[in-house]
């Protein structure tokens, strides 16, 4: 069973900080890696999608990395603010571009100002 | 371009029963995704249809069932509600598959059982 982990689970930080988590994903036959944020009472919303070794993608003061040989990715988020409180998700894909995502649990983020 | 939407938003059933959940993806997206989330797990994928056909299926046992229309519209079915069956149903399009695509997500149908 394939099995996508992120730590941590829950980061409080306060309003300037820079903060990062990481997803770790099994690298055998990956395909592609997405990142999404959920904030409540809201639908997940994509933030990156990333297929080859060493990408590396940014939105705004959001970034994200990858690593497919060692199978993980990172995701940046630089001086955090309250607006960024969400839960992030990353998923990643197996097997050809008709698989499906496996998901982690999430890195719920608390922004305090 | 309107985004995508789940009916109904929230929905109580007793065990046993069965029930009917709807999505309607965006505009010209064909494939359709739907996963379950539980407090404590991760999104759980269900099922994935892409032109009226199932194209993957997670592993859920064959009380969830699903279809998709030809407008792309998809419904999923849950016969014989557990009390476990209680979640949220999020589903997702994509133009073409969820590959390298990113997935939209609708709001979700909040499923209780009792």
Redesign the interface.
Same mark, same amino acid.
């Given at each position: 069973i394939l099995n996508v982990e992120q730590s941590p689970q829950s980061l409080h930080v306060q309003e300037g900080d820079s903060t990062n988590f990481t997803c770790s994903f099994p690298s055998s036959n990956f395909y592609a890696l997405h990142w999404y944020r959920w904030e409540t009472a809201k639908s997940p919303e994509a933030l990156f999608v990333m297929t080859l070794n060493g990408d590396e993608k940014k939105k705004g003061r959001i970034s994200a990395t990858l690593n497919t040989k060692e199978g993980y990715s990172y995701l940046y988020i630089k001086g955090s603010q309250p607006e960024d409180s969400a839960t992030y998700l990353c998923a990643s894909m197996y097997g050809g571009s008709q698989g499906n995502l496996i998901f982690g649990k999430g890195t719920k983020l608390s922004v305090k100002p | 371009k309107a985004?995508?939407t789940q009916t109904p938003r929230y929905l109580i059933k007793t065990r046993g029963q069965q029930v009917t959940l709807s999505c309607s993806p965006i505009s010209g997206h064909r494939s359709v995704?739907w996963?379950q989330q539980t407090p404590? =797990? @991760? !999104? =759980?994928?269900l099922f994935?249809y %892409?032109s009226e056909t199932q *194209? /993957?299926k #997670?592993n859920f046992p064959g009380r969830f069932s699903g279809r998709q229309f030809s407008n792309s519209r998809s419904e999923m079915n849950v016969s014989t509600l557990e009390l476990g069956d209680s979640a949220l149903y !999020?589903c997702?399009s994509s133009l073409g @598959?969820?590959? /390298? *695509?990113? =997935? %939209? %997500? #609708?709001? #979700?149908t909040r499923l209780t059982v009792l």
């Open positions: - | 985004g995508v995704s996963y404590g =797990q @991760g !999104l =759980q994928f994935e %892409f *194209r /993957n #997670g !999020l997702a @598959g969820t590959g /390298n *695509r990113e =997935q %939209f %997500f #609708g709001p #979700g």
